[in-house]
């Protein structure tokens, strides 16, 4: 029987070394034991998510700070969104409509015009402007211009601002919060050698944009009028901006075709009133011609749901790395834990 001389293998070692020990002597960094899931990772890969309330607070907090950021853009957009809708509905309803029909519509508004002493006075301490014209004609203000299915009147276009919206009949505050509105006891918005037609929008809403650029528009600037597919266009001659105590008094001006658009400024003070007024452009550019019951432009794509993902991304991805924890705080628990088990 052969005898194994153990001495004389592996340079002296006194005895084979066998499996799951250690082959340099002395060493403090024993290797992990396998068990059944396999061997444990290192470097912190198997570190655990812990629940924070927190960091959900934070998270939670981050999240309503970006919703409240992002509501203004969001609910103008929604807002011009479905106004633009309604404008294009309307251009399609009336583009089927009977020529004579429309012509006898139009034909109504001029006599209603012209039996019309129209004027607007603005009063002092009063925000909001009063017609002061008076009419002997037979017609009821409410149902001209009126064709179904949306009640809209007309519709305005500002380029300069990008504005492009419905006219309602009369300035309440439930007209003013969906659209602009048409100053009853003023020239309906149909054009006409001595006519003024006065236009009125809220400014600074949080929920729609309506007139609040209205202050950005400049001398020479255009504006267009859009009513049963007759498109009327008006160059900005003259801009005023009414003291809060002032009481001002807007008129015709003979043989003159002129169209005023009101708001309140400056913005989130509005104690003063701004009036832009424009003069009649004859012949109506073609652009304005060609731009008759197209669809809106605006509102654009919408930037603010990719500004709006990327802020919800980026907090999600934060509370969920804040539920791990960070490699510096747990190397020192770990030596901390180490020195309490060896007595330290």
Same mark, same amino acid.
């Given at each position: 029987?052969?005898?194994?001389? =153990? =001495?004389?293998?592996?340079? @002296?070692?006194? !005895?084979?070394?066998?499996? @799951? =020990? /250690?082959?340099?002597?002395?060493? /403090?960094?024993?290797? &992990?034991?396998?068990?059944?899931?396999?061997?444990?990772?290192?470097?912190?890969? @198997?570190?655990?998510?812990?629940? #924070?309330w927190i960091n959900l607070l934070i998270a939670l907090s981050l999240l309503a700070g970006l919703s409240?950021?992002?509501? &203004?853009?969001?609910?103008?957009?929604?807002?011009?969104?479905?106004? #633009?809708?309604?404008?294009?509905?309307q251009a399609k309803a009336n583009?089927?409509?009977?020529?004579?029909?429309?012509?006898?519509?139009?034909?109504?508004?001029?006599?209603?015009?012209?039996?019309l002493e129209s004027g607007a006075m603005f009063e002092g301490g009063r925000r909001v402007a009063e017609g002061t014209g008076q !009419?002997?004609?037979e017609f009821d203000y409410w149902k001209?211009?009126?064709p179904s299915p949306t009640g809209t009147m007309a519709r305005l276009r500002v &380029?300069?601002? /990008?504005?492009?919206?419905p006219v309602y009949h009369g300035t309440s505050d439930e007209t003013l919060l969906k659209g602009i509105g048409h100053l009853q006891g003023t020239s309906l918005p149909v054009g006409g050698p001595g006519t003024r037609s006065v236009l009125t929008g809220h400014r600074g809403l949080a929920s729609a944009e309506m007139?609040?650029?209205?202050?950005?528009?400049k001398k020479g600037d255009t504006f267009s009028v859009e009513v049963l597919g007759e498109v009327f266009t008006y160059r900005v001659n003259q801009i005023d901006v009414v003291a809060p105590d002032a009481t001002e008094e807007i008129r015709p001006v003979a043989g003159e075709d002129l169209m005023t658009l009101v708001t309140c400024t400056p913005l989130g003070i509005n104690s003063h009133r701004i009036l832009v007024t424009g003069k009649r452009v004859v012949p109506t550019p073609a652009a304005d011609l060609e731009r008759a019951g197209a669809r809106p432009e605006v509102p654009g794509f919408p930037w603010w749901i990719l500004i709006y993902s990327a802020g919800v991304a980026g907090i999600g991805v934060w509370y969920w790395r804040s539920g791990y924890e960070p490699v510096v705080a747990r190397a +020192?628990?770990? +030596?901390?834990?180490?020195?309490? #088990?060896?007595? =330290?």
């Open positions: 029987m052969h005898v194994r001389n =153990e =001495e004389s293998v592996g340079g @002296g070692l006194g !005895t084979e070394a066998s499996p @799951g =020990e /250690d082959s340099a002597a002395g060493t /403090d960094h024993p290797i &992990p034991a396998v068990g059944a899931a396999g061997p444990k990772r290192l470097g912190g890969a @198997g570190k655990r998510w812990r629940f #924070s409240l950021v992002c509501y &203004p853009p969001v609910a103008a957009w929604v807002s011009q969104y479905n106004q #633009s809708n309604l404008v294009f509905d583009s089927e409509r009977a020529a004579e029909e429309i012509a006898s519509m139009l034909a109504q508004a001029h006599e209603y015009n012209e039996a !009419t002997k004609s001209l211009l009126t &380029p300069s601002i /990008d504005l492009d919206l007139f609040t650029r209205l202050d950005e528009v +020192r628990r770990r +030596r901390r834990e180490a020195r309490h #088990s060896s007595g =330290e």
